[in-house]
């Protein structure tokens, strides 16, 4: 796209220059040369080859907040997005976390080999080739082995537990979910950083294994994954027959129908807890209620709420396996000692990704607050 | 047998054992198959996930990694370590579909110029057997 095309797309003429992205970023608190607003205004002014190359076009979180207040309505994500793929097409990309081997394990799932993804399934967990709910296990499998115990950068989570303990719950509810093999991670990253192509092969091969599974309905856990397939493969690929549903919102209705149900006491390790809104969930996807519910009806649980909390919410810091940086560890340090302030024992989350990046902070802080995933809360607690 | 089929070998090996032992091999006239690209690192702790992962994306069939023998890394553990995340690297390309087998490590000492030919001609034939990574060309 040419600038005037991305301006025009993204409506970024609109801009007021009024300054209210910059002022609620969490990047520019941290780094005071970062401005969405200069980057808009820049675009104005015609100076794209320098959007392009600035590094710190990489830094941007892709949060929302900006765009959730935005008097203007411009569309400050796509016109990251947007830059980002001139970015790329020149050469230019963001300082990879990791080495880049998250960003390279999801390209090579655009390839066409027989994956071994579903090594977590054990005997108790009941699954199907076919049927009417298809699971969408995303990057777990993956993640475990990265971040997991002894794996390569080991913060000391389970992310595969996530999926063995939505499966338990999901088998609670009566629902045996198609899990398959031939899924790929669902390219949110690679969309985000700039690759559509190599967003749209990944984005063709889940829509495939999901038709071919003969499901209608796909759950999701991961919020990235979820704002992925509802929203991005529509965009990027046309109308799809399928309905896209994020786990909370299950669990929500569940439970008002009186059909999930909690232990007596059910939570004996947190008394007290507060919910860490995911950007893809809250802002972009505006489930801020859903798992919310769900924590308040736990038995022996109080939720209280961070001073940041729903459309304020602010980002775990990192996102895209991209320019992870000290700015990120100082957003995370502070969201952490946010959720300490409140006088909980845990921080709840309901993103992979979120207990992945608040974990390694939270291994090199004096941190006492322990880090839970919603998902996990839930099947721990059920009757 | 996969007729035809010539295998892409990386072969990451250390400076100072893996590296001079395909020298010697080199200057012993010991015969072995032309696949293999040889990369030097100074220490096979300095082979990340990253590389390995990396040729594979681009291209290789199967990736060889040749350090010296434990005990005798010039870093003292380098060559530990990069066991240690071997042992991760394999499951990692297991689950990716990749296959376990693609990935080896192996300690080739500065003298064993004939055992570094034998470990890059039994390696080759058997990523030969594999046939390609399939898909590659689809990237
Ligand atoms: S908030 Fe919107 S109108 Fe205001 S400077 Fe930022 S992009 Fe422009
Ligand atoms: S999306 Fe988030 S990180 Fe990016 S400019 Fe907006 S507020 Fe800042
Ligand atoms: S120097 Fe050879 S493996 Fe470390």
Redesign the interface.
């Known amino acids: 796209m040419s600038l005037e095309e991305i301006i025009k797309d993204t409506k970024a003429y609109y801009c007021l220059g009024c300054g209210v992205c910059t002022s609620s970023c969490p990047v520019a608190r941290v780094i005071p040369s970062f401005s969405p607003r200069l980057l808009v205004e820049k675009a104005l002014f015609g100076f794209g080859d320098e959007i392009i190359s600035d590094k710190d076009l990489w830094s941007c979180l892709i949060c929302g907040r900006c765009a959730s207040r935005c008097p203007s309505g411009v569309d400050y994500l796509n016109f990251v997005r947007e830059m980002r793929m001139e970015a790329l097409s020149k050469g230019k990309e963001g300082l990879l976390a990791h080495?880049?081997?998250l960003n390279?394990?999801m390209?090579?799932?655009?390839?066409?080999?027989?994956?071994?993804?579903n090594?977590w399934i054990t005997d108790d967990l009941e699954v199907a080739d076919a049927g009417e709910y298809f699971y969408f296990v995303g990057c777990l499998?993956?993640f475990d082995?990265?971040f997991g115990e002894?794996?390569?950068c080991d913060v000391g989570i389970r992310s595969i537990e996530r999926a063995r303990n939505t499966v338990r719950i999901l088998n609670k509810i009566g629902i045996k979910p198609v899990v398959s093999n031939n899924e790929r991670c669902c390219g949110h990253d690679l969309l985000w950083n700039g690759d559509l192509e190599g967003f749209k092969r990944l984005a063709e091969l889940n829509l495939k294994t999901i038709k071919e599974s003969g499901a209608k309905k796909v759950i999701c856990v991961c919020p990235e994954g979820y704002v992925t397939l509802k929203r991005d493969y529509p965009r990027f690929l046309g109308e799809q027959d399928i309905e896209v549903i994020q786990l909370c919102q299950i669990l929500a209705d569940e439970l008002r129908e009186g059909k999930l149900k909690f232990l007596e006491n059910a939570s004996v390790d947190y008394k007290k807890v507060t919910f860490h809104d995911p950007c893809s969930l809250g802002r972009i996807a505006e489930i801020y209620e859903e798992p919310r519910e769900i924590i308040s009806s736990i038995p022996g649980i109080e939720l209280v709420e961070m001073e940041r909390n729903r459309v304020d919410a602010v980002c775990c810091g990192t996102s895209g396996w991209v320019n992870c940086s000290g700015c990120s560890k100082k957003i995370q340090t502070e969201r952490l000692k946010e959720a300490e302030e409140t006088g909980a024992d845990a921080l709840i989350t309901a993103c992979p990704k979120c207990e992945i990046h608040l974990n390694c902070a939270k291994y090199n802080a004096d941190l006492k607050i322990r880090i839970k995933d919603i998902t996990d809360l839930v099947a721990e607690s059920l009757a | 047998m996969n007729k035809g089929f010539e295998p892409n070998i990386v072969g990451f090996a250390c400076n100072w054992c893996s590296y001079a032992g395909a020298d010697l091999a080199g200057t012993s006239r010991i015969k072995y198959p032309p696949n293999i690209k040889i990369i030097r690192v100074m220490c096979t702790g300095r082979v990340?996930?990253?590389f390995i992962?990396?040729s594979?994306?681009n291209g290789a069939d199967g990736v060889l990694v040749a350090g010296c023998h434990p005990g005798d890394c010039h870093y003292i553990a380098g060559n530990l370590k990069c066991e240690k995340?071997m042992d991760?690297?394999k499951?990692?390309v297991?689950?990716?579909?990749?296959g376990k087998e693609r990935l080896r490590l192996e300690w080739v000492s500065a003298s064993e110029g004939g055992r570094f030919a034998d470990v890059v001609t039994e390696f080759t034939e058997q990523v030969r057997e594999l046939g390609p990574?399939?898909?590659?060309s689809?990237?």
Do not use: M
């Not at chain 2, 990574?133 to 590659?136: E, I, N, R, V």
């Open positions: 080495d880049g081997i390279t394990i390209e090579l799932q655009s390839l066409n080999l027989k994956q071994d993804r090594f499998p993956y082995l990265v002894g794996g390569l | 990340t996930p990253a992962l990396k594979f994306q995340i991760v690297v499951r990692l297991g689950i990716l579909g990749i990574l399939s898909g590659k689809q990237g």
